[in-house]
């Protein structure tokens, strides 16, 4: 149905819409990690400011998510009636607003970006209790561990762009080609397996992919050390 055609169209434009989102919302990260970074603190007026609009692109992004879930709930009906079709955009309003009402701070709160970005701004923090000359050496043993067994990708053997962790196993691979090695293992009805030797987690989901901007840093100041050598 051409109708419906129209409808899908505009769902894939919202769904890019979501993506832009995403990456916004990864930007403010980085942003706000060069604060701590500068003020060494995260409780700076900046910082909440920043945090509130992450929980402001959390619900739009929620707001998206619902509508199209609405918009594909009450288009698989119009499939099996079309009579239905005539009262589209009142179903989907309502049904959209059905979904809405179980939306709460709370969850916004447990949105992945979000809890991405509150971890990373703690993990930015200094350690309070150390010695700086201590901690600067401890920051280089870090690196030298990191750049050593971390900063690779398993999956492409080279250093990572866009690190994403595990949250079953706590392995790092490059996102963009996880989510390509889980997406062709899926065309062949297999699962994929973190290739970390001695791993057991024997299927990797995109969800369970949380994208690090704290590696992400780690390794572009490696680079830069390394560049200045």
Do not use: W
């Not at 901690?135 to 990191?146: G, N, P």
């Amino acid at each position: 149905m051409t109708s419906l055609s129209a409808v899908n169209s505009a769902l894939g434009s919202l769904q890019t819409c979501q993506t832009d989102i995403g990456t916004g919302m990864d930007m403010v990260t980085e942003v706000a990690l060069d604060l701590v970074e500068s003020e060494g603190t995260a409780d700076s007026p900046n910082v909440k400011k920043l945090e509130e609009m992450m929980l402001q692109c959390a619900k739009l992004d929620k707001e998206i998510e619902y509508f199209v879930t609405a918009v594909n709930t009450m288009t698989a009906r119009v499939r099996q009636e079309p009579e239905a079709m005539v009262a589209l955009s009142n179903s989907v309003k309502t049904e959209f607003a059905r979904l809405m009402e179980g939306a709460s701070d709370a969850e916004l709160s447990r949105h992945t970006k979000v809890v991405a970005f509150k971890e990373s701004i703690q993990s930015s923090l200094p350690e309070a209790n150390q010695p700086e000359a201590e901690t600067e050496d401890l920051d280089e043993d870090i690196a030298l561990t990191q750049s050593q067994f971390n900063f690779i990708c398993p999956l492409t053997q080279v250093e990572m762009v866009n690190p994403a962790k595990n949250k079953k196993c706590q392995h790092y691979y490059d996102h963009e080609a996880a989510l390509s090695m889980i997406k062709n293992k899926q065309k062949n009805s297999k699962k994929f397996r973190c290739p970390v030797v001695g791993c057991d987690n024997k299927d990797v989901k995109p969800a369970d992919l949380i994208q690090d901007p704290i590696m992400k840093r780690r390794i572009q100041n490696h680079k830069r050390q390394n560049a200045k050598k």
